[in-house]
T-cell receptor, first 116, second 115 residues
Framework: AQSVAQPEDQVNVAEGNPLTVKCTYS??????LFWYVQYPNRGLQFLLK??????LVKGSYGFEAEFNKSQTSFHLKKPSALVSDSALYFC??????????????FGRGTSLIVHP | EPEVTQTPSHQVTQMGQEVILRCVPI?????FYWYRQILGQKVEFLVS????????KSEIFDDQFSVERPDGSNFTLKIRSTKLEDSAMYFC?????????????FGPGTRLLVL
């Protein structure tokens, strides 16, 4: 079974400050981890993924995420937040493919609000 | 940049009524998906569809749900007899390859409210 938790419903940060959006996961095998962003009235947009390799993954719009196997976490980070980063962020996980299954599990989403 | 579109953006229906949610995937994509998100809860996978067949489906996708690609451009989700608990945001996604969510392009969603 696979699951993902986003413990914060909302994260508030001032523009220019670093931001972190938290995600923890649980899978039985090797995790494939993803972050998505959703702007108002738009679909989910892929930001970045971790499958293997370096624990620090860089993605779109200056975002990065750090895979921590011991803590089963994949927190999303950005060194300097922009007001335009305000959106809903979703973490997702799926187990390494088994029998051709690619079904992901998403978190509830975290609303990021960046204040000017 | 090509986008997945969904209609309507909002739909209100009475319990027991049938609803059809429509999606227009990106034109050269062959893999199609539906997800839903009940307000305040996680996004949940419903079904994947390829070559006019369901590839995978979740436990949520019971006999009340069906999917169809009625023509070369649309991909629909039908709920035969809606229940209150079907109220959710429904996302369509498409992809040009088999794989997980990282390969998929998502539409903006249809918000369904069942009264």
């Amino acid at each position: 079974a696979q699951s993902v938790a986003q413990p914060e419903d909302q994260v508030n940060v001032a523009e220019g400050n670093p931001l972190t959006v938290k995600c923890t996961y649980s899978v039985s095998g090797n995790p494939y981890l993803f972050w998505y962003v959703q702007y108002p009235n738009r679909g989910l947009q892929f930001l970045l993924k971790y499958i293997t390799g370096d624990n620090l993954v860089k993605g779109s719009y200056g975002f990065e995420a750090e895979f921590n196997k011991s803590q089963t976490s994949f927190h999303l980070k950005k060194p300097s937040a922009l007001v335009s980063d305000s959106a809903l962020y979703f973490c997702a996980v799926r187990d390494s493919p088994s029998g051709g299954s690619y079904i992901p599990t998403f978190g509830r989403g975290t609303s990021l609000i960046v204040h000017p | 940049e090509p986008e997945v579109t969904q209609t309507p953006s909002h739909q209100v229906t009475q319990m027991g009524q049938e609803v059809i949610l429509r999606c227009v995937p990106i034109s050269n994509h062959l893999y199609f998906y539906w997800y839903r998100q009940i307000l305040g809860q996680k996004v949940e996978f419903l079904v994947s569809f390829y070559n006019n067949e369901i590839s995978e489906k979740s436990e949520i996708f019971d006999d009340q749900f069906s999917v169809e690609r009625p023509d070369g451009s649309n991909f629909t989700l039908k709920i035969r007899s809606t229940k209150l608990e079907d109220s959710a945001m429904y996302f369509c996604a498409s992809s040009d390859q088999a794989g997980g969510p990282e390969t998929q392009y998502f539409g903006p969603g249809t918000r369904l409210l069942v009264l």
